[in-house]
């Protein structure tokens, strides 16, 4: 982080720390907690439904103060994550110095920080979200020589009542400004207080979705975020929703992360974009253009895509959403600016152009390595609000990592690369040589006890974890669901509902 990002940081506590996240100590913290007046903290942690979970602490004195900072608190596991048995459920958390943060929402000034799980011998529990996610980081840079970063594009809709005045076209809320949109306050407010907690945001605008039902306005919107280090760009999305949330609680409108609404309508995707780096540069372009160590990642996404719905495709109701001509993938595939295709890689600003300069003509010319190589990304668009973020994020690096151990991974991009739509009638015999998403969470299971050994290479992934996950997934029992509900409006109303406040 260099000087500029220190100064006026969002974030109250680097903004007066006047440091790095990486380099807050146990005393940087109490200096700020004795100097802001602060009586309140709070232990933030991931629990197994993808939620964040809060432990809430009122300060008597320094010495308590130093004793949580440095020893942490025992906590239940067996409440927390079903792959943990009640007879050896105790687990310790203990807070993580570079992710504090001043709650928000808190009557009284409250410092938030993100914790870590620890067994009862004193090491990283094998199985916890952030430890899995941290282990395959960890493996990639080894295997690879270079770092993994992730951001992610959060969709949720925000419910209201209907109004008569200035209503938007139907499916044609994108980018929408006020007085037809009518959450863009809403959501200027979320980035604002996202950001007090340490995100950092690209942009926010409201999405496609856009209707009315029973009287209710749904409108979608996006925030995304910037690439940041992977276990970062974890926290900042499981941190955003809880933000997002109680806004709306507080204002009385009502959010949903769900991937589907109602048929016909635009679902809500959870898009991760990827980042490879070394010592500050993009290692994903050659003279501007994408190169084999892009092209060696997305053959790994492609390969293990089948069991990736798993990670990042929880309940039910994502398999409404991954079905052909919504605008989300279900064809295992990728390309150039394609949003048709899993796997996408966007404009990167790599033309060489410096439209700046076009459009301010009195500006000096900038060089081509300040204007955007660095923000060449590449995307995977079939994950949901249903996703443990953790989890996914850390199955993601460990399919990337995946390309680049295998050996036939530039045959494997040359063959699943789809230069146009996919659903073009031109390409209907390309289509059907292309393998297709799991349309079921019991279809995703199969996948991942087929493709288990991938993530548990290394011990990245506990075998216990993905045994939770797949009895997860099987507990459903929805293999033809899709099938037997897709006419039956009665009945997608009723699932909707039941997976409503997912993830």
Known sequence: MNDSQLIMNANAVIDQLQMAPENITREDIIRFVRKNTIRCVNFMYPGGDGKVKTLNFVLSDLDYLRTILTCGERVDGSSLFSFIEAASSDLYVLPRYATAFLDPFAEEPTLCMLCSFFNKNGQPLDSAPDHTLRKAVESFRATTG?????????????????????????????????????????????????????????????????????????????????PVPALRAADELL????????????????????????TGKAGSGLHIHMRLTKDGKNMLLSHGKLNDNARRAIAGLVDLAPSLTAFGNKIPTSYFRLVPHQEAPTNICWGMSNRSALVRVPLGWTSGVDMGRIVNPLEEEVPYEER????????????????????????????????????????????????????????????????????????????????????????????????????????????????????DQREIAILVKKFFQCG
């Open 239 to 262: 941190i955003a929703k809880w933000v997002i949330r109680n806004l709306a609680w507080q204002e009385g409108l009502n959010v949903t992360f769900a991937p589907k609404i109602t």
């Open 146 to 226: 270079m770092s993994f970063e992730a951001m992610g594009e959060l969709e949720y809709y925000v419910i209201r009542p209907a109004e008569e005045a200035y209503k938007a076209r139907d499916q044609h809320g994108y980018h929408e400004s006020a007085p037809y949109a009518k959450s863009g306050a809403f959501r200027q407010k979320c980035m604002d207080y996202i950001a007090r907690t340490g995100g950092h945001i690209k942009y926010g605008h409201s999405e496609v979705g856009n209707f009315e039902l029973n009287g209710l306005l749904y409108e979608q919107n996006e925030i995304e975020f910037l």
């Open 372 to 487: 955007g190589s660095v923000k060449q990304t590449f995307e995977i668009r079939s994950g949901d609000g249903s996703a443990d973020v953790y989890q996914y994020i850390a199955a993601l690096c460990v399919a990337c990592r995946h390309g680049f151990e295998m050996k036939d991974a530039l045959e494997v991009a040359a063959s699943t690369f789809v230069d146009g739509d996919i659903n073009d009638p031109a390409h209907a015999k390309r289509l059907a040589e292309l393998r297709q998403l799991p349309d079921s969470c019991a279809a995703s299971a199969d996948c991942l006890l087929q493709q288990r050994a991938f993530y548990e290479e290394q011990r990245i992934f506990a075998p216990a974890m993905i045994d939770g996950i797949v009895q997860e997934l099987q507990s459903y029992k929805d293999r033809t669901l899709r099938h037997d509900i897709a006419d």
